[in-house]
């Protein structure tokens, strides 16, 4: 079976997005497609999307960007005939054509699907664990349900919003205006992906950016959801500056996310977690996703 390669077009997105909902049983892609296949990262790297064709159908694509491929999927009726193996190879040639020797699997900061391969995904891990493939870090995904759950509500919000107040704390929904200011601050203080992911949050509709200022007016706390997997309910970035934590002010600006992503989902993704404990105390866990993050060096040879 003859199997050409070739670039996506921007044109193509709508079959690339029906390829991937065909294709990827854990994770919803399709809905996110054009952010996954064509989006930014914080560095600006290229991004390449590359797709098998049998014919004129295409049957599997790679998606890569800077040394991270983001997504790599074929048709479950073309599997088994070498179209993966094609793709994955010619995904290694764009990493390395891109001046890198290792290639990680999903993990990109501030443009990720997931943050690695999903543990269910036994099939998948051990294919690419046949082509040197090794397993990294392991990272987990928290998910809250945000209706029917008695810790998050309008009513939870306003109370933790008026023990803020009274520490002399403002909190509000940022727009998009003041996305510059904030951005800087954020990248300064915590990352650079951070502060590239609530640029995105700030302009998802409404503003999916929710921040805590003190007296003087200084940015305290901030917590953002949609700014990475937009429409899909996914909480993060957040953070508190050091000097206002253990204040209530993370709890606040959580419960305010939570509300927004209730009005469109049952439940939201905790992505990439930290303090498990904290998810846990203020909202509850419903369930847990677990990844592997595989990678694999490369070489020019």
């Not at 790599?72 to 001046?99: F, N």
């Not at 957040?238 to 009005?263: F, N, P, S, Y």
Request: charged share 25%; proline share 4%.
């Amino acid at each position: 079976m003859a199997i050409q390669l070739r670039s996506l077009e921007r044109s193509e997105l709508d079959v690339a997005a029906q390829l991937l909902a065909r294709s990827c049983e854990y994770d919803r892609v399709d809905a996110v497609a054009e952010e996954v296949l064509f989006g930014r990262a914080p560095s600006a790297l290229t991004t390449r999307v590359i797709v098998a064709c049998t014919g004129e159908t295409i049957c599997g694509l790679a998606a890569t960007s800077g040394r991270w491929l983001r997504v790599l999927a074929v048709t479950p009726d073309m599997r088994s005939r070498g179209i993966g193996t094609a793709l994955i190879a010619a995904a290694e040639a764009s990493v390395i054509a891109d001046g890198h020797d290792l290639i990680r699997i999903l993990d990109q900061p501030g443009n990720y699907l997931a943050p690695g391969v999903d543990t269910r995904n036994s099939d998948t891990i051990a294919w690419l664990t046949r082509r040197g493939y090794e397993s990294g870090a392991r990272n987990t995904n928290l998910l809250i349900d945000v209706r029917g759950n008695p810790k998050v509500s309008e009513e939870r919000l306003q109370q933790l919003k008026d023990k803020a107040l009274a520490r002399g704390y403002t909190l509000s929904r940022a727009q998009p205006e003041d996305a510059p200011a904030i951005s800087a601050t954020i990248g300064n203080v915590f990352s650079e992906p951070w502060a590239f992911e609530i640029e995105r949050a700030i302009r998802f509709e409404p503003s999916g950016l929710h921040v805590a200022h003190d007296a003087d007016g200084s940015l305290a706390a901030f917590a953002a959801h949609d700014g990475n997997n937009a429409g899909l309910g996914w909480f993060g970035p957040a953070g508190t500056m050091e000097q206002h934590r253990g204040k209530g002010l993370g709890a606040a600006l959580l419960m305010a996310c939570l509300v927004d992503v209730a009005r469109d989902h049952d439940q939201c993704t905790v992505a990439w977690i930290g303090p498990r404990e904290f998810y846990d105390r203020v909202a509850g866990i419903a369930s847990e996703r677990h990844f592997r993050v595989m990678r694999k060096p490369l070489s020019e040879s």
